[in-house]
């Protein structure tokens, strides 16, 4: 495997590399960046009501999705282009980037249209075709950690959108598949400390996705800020009774709101603090 | 999840759908299908010396990469287009269909010029936007399982090609990420006698991928013979020390007609045998 | 690590270590040992019936749980000694080895009385009291390989007993742990095939606590066959539906029958077959 | 299974139980409990001035393994009733509770001579004959959850100790076994997260055997305490170069001194605090 090894991707020495995510907003700059929104984009009223909400409460990017990949061809495949519309619109409004998922390196054209940030998911973090066109897309890139890939793997994934030209990667800890199945997934917040220690691009938590567990998602997301993550992507859903998708897992507007809460005197326990932003602050997203 | 399950995929009564592949080869009639060839077109010798051989040797359909989905960006990336006319040339002189990997959808108009089956590898078994496309591509697919993937969410991936349209399907065990990572995988047998139980589609093994070791790949393709499977997808090289994918697991030319020769009464004790196919007869590749 | 390698375990050229267990019977040295009999030992009619029908299809040694290792302190633990004498009365009658799980080293005593070998079980892999003393019990052992344990950890508690004088060792493989919890455990065959290249002990496999599953044990066991174990550990029950202990992957006697005649000619293949023994011959457990 | 799920273990209500653990210290009752200590006890020097530094820098009580479950029979097995009686002097000398692992119950008579708590290991979580004796043993018992044990079968086995009268029982969190393997386990903190909504029974976690890495053992302690745990259990070694036993892991003094001035306001954070104990006053034991 000589030479075949990640490099651009290496730390080298303590700095983490900033990624300006739009609208003023960076993350790997110290400040704990929280992306907040639906699991999927629904309909213009609970887009619109809960990513309101989520910049009420503080959320210092949006996210929700528009394509969604599915295990089951028979479940709800999301709005498409439609969706992207709307979570775009409130993006603008909100003053906020927004974050979605592209499936496939077709979508590109498509996507770079309505998203800040492009979001990869876990089940295509080795979808290499898409890895290229991605990192020739002049948007940053939100590369999660695939449910059955090693630390070694996500390295080299992110090393194709490196060695591909773009240099405006997060990554994302989202859980990985064991043998316990009691929860969702079992959410490697060492493996994060470890890419943080390795690894010189920013790393965020989902505590949504990884434990498929309301109740969870509060104490995960500050052990990830004690931890040392530099932020979160978490899911809000209006009524998760209802969602089209993951509503186990989805907190309520109150309960991201206590999150949200929350968050500051641990970080401040660690040295650090909620981001701040430019845009953020003109529409009153304060903390 | 009511209403989401797989329902076209799933066996009804005691036969298994019969897949053709080409050159009057069919797959879960029963006949045992062999299908093998090295893990990357290198070159026009190499491809021409190690098809010769398996074909010699009896086996039934050819495979090789010429795309390569490599873990790391620095790696040997297959030879492209060029890979895939060396292929389809051997596979009209020998009269053989011929099996290769297909990586995104974007390349499915390429693909089909060239191959008979299209292999979708197991980092791609949740690449919905591919499944769909090849659904629509009018060639057989093999569908190999993803290393991180339950067997409900591999008869669900297969859903999606038959929800296409696509009745062709070939499914291909290759081995499971466990805890233990002494051999590349962990080959789930139990887990392919137990598809075959639940669906109605043929099912090969990889005992090459699987593995990652030489030494086993015999003993694995007996136990998956004895065990019921379909058919195996081996890799063979005429210089595995030299290769440049995947050395270690590949058989050379004799030991892979040693393979060829085991088979038949170990298939025989199940009352099975190999396929036979008009056009092998003619070039004479029997047994 | 350096000097605390596995040593005494290790092959060194073709040879299997034979180990003798009782009434004329060894295993390892070719002949295929099939091991059968209840889960647990129930009562008098239960054994009887049980091993009458094993013995008569032509099981070479009989098995059966007087304690039982479960999960839950309120599930049935096994008749304890009552359960051991029935046992052993049968294997006096019908001249054959019995095989029973020891629990712990204070046991030993006690299951010396009754048993020709001792059963360590998959939660004891690594109860090093436990192999310490067993080591000195006179009796041979049968090793079951932890759901949790890496092949070199298994080869490594081997080398306990083997270190603590006792060279009469079997293993058996019965199923790890991993992300697919569709069947009860991940049968590793191929790590039996890489346990028998790289350790002279006999290698058993376990189909019935492997898959959990009654329809899989007569697949699973013919690919064991095939791929080069030296024998099966098999659970059969008179009345499956009211077993008080895993049920669902007992074989009733017919099935068991069927299995016994599908052995021969899938152990024939590969130029092996069942084991005989003297006594065996005497009672006309044949084949 | 009717009948046969944990029920003496379930949460009713909010509150946990509190163990005493010894000295006056107790777990459960809010007080965020540090247990710190060599993984083996190696001689008395490394015993007295490792165990002077944990208590210096706050630890409440103290740890030390005199009989240790090796996976090789030729690795260090620990120092027996002499590293006992070392480890109990200095829990007088410093009047904190001392904990240590039995490995079998024919030990127990001997531990409870000198030790306050019970340690069952990962390897001992299913060692059925030894809960059902650690049970009557009078002492509390710590018991680790095993690294290929589900979170249901933790549950069970400390259904074990209460169903046998022990109401004393601490969990503890040490990592599980996944596919990723950079790390010695995956430590599951969203696992022991669901346990302390499930169960009423205090949860620590091990930061130490769970990374197996010094550098992630700071970072995951202060995350365990973020999520809600009830304590932590540590490895300090004097000279972790020279350790004889997992010194890739173990904190040194001055480290393990910046981790106890670092978990006060992650605890202070969420409400909580470190445990203060009568005993711990008096020897200056600060904080």
């Known amino acids: 495997m000589a030479g075949s090894g990640p490099t651009r991707v290496m730390r080298d020495g303590a700095t983490t590399t900033r990624v300006h995510l739009g609208h003023g907003l960076e993350v790997g700059g110290g400040g704990f960046v929280v992306v907040a929104g639906p699991c999927a984009l629904e309909n213009a009223e609970q887009v619109e009501k809960t990513v309101a909400a989520v910049a009420q409460a503080g959320a210092h990017a949006l996210r929700g999705g528009a394509f969604k ?9 999301g709005l498409g282009e439609p969706g992207l519309k709307l979570l775009a619109e409130q993006g603008r409004k909100l003053r906020r980037p927004v974050v979605s998922e592209v499936l496939d390196a077709s979508q590109l054209p498509l996507m770079v249209d309505y998203v800040d940030v492009l979001q990869i998911g876990a089940r295509n973090m080795q979808n290499f075709t898409l890895l290229r066109a991605a990192a020739k897309s002049g948007r940053p890139v939100l590369l999660k950690r695939g449910f059955g890939a090693t630390l070694d793997e996500w390295l080299l994934a992110a090393e194709y959108l490196l060695d591909g030209g773009n240099e405006a990667v997060v990554l994302c800890e989202r859980g990985i598949r064991s043998f316990d199945t009691t929860l969702r997934s079992t959410l490697d917040l060492a493996g994060m400390a470890w890419m943080k220690e390795k690894c010189r691009l920013p790393v965020l938590v989902d505590p949504s996705h990884s434990t498929g567990t309301q109740s ?8 990830a800020a004690a931890a040392g993550a530099d932020g979160l992507l978490v899911e809000v859903h209006v009524n998760p009774a209802e969602a089209l998708c993951d509503g186990r897992q989805a907190l309520t507007p109150p309960l991201f709101d206590g999150l949200m809460r929350a968050l500051p005197p641990v970080l401040s326990a660690t040295g650090r603090s909620l981001a701040r932003a430019e845009a953020l602050h003109a529409v009153g997203g304060t903390r």
Chains 1, 2, 3, 4 share one sequence.
């Not at 990949?69 to 495949?77: G, I, L, M, V």
């Not at 969870?216 to 052990?223: D, E, G, N």
């Open 69 to 77: 990949p599915r295990t089951s061809p028979y479940a709800f495949q």
């Open 216 to 223: 969870l998602v509060t104490p995960m997301s500050l052990a």
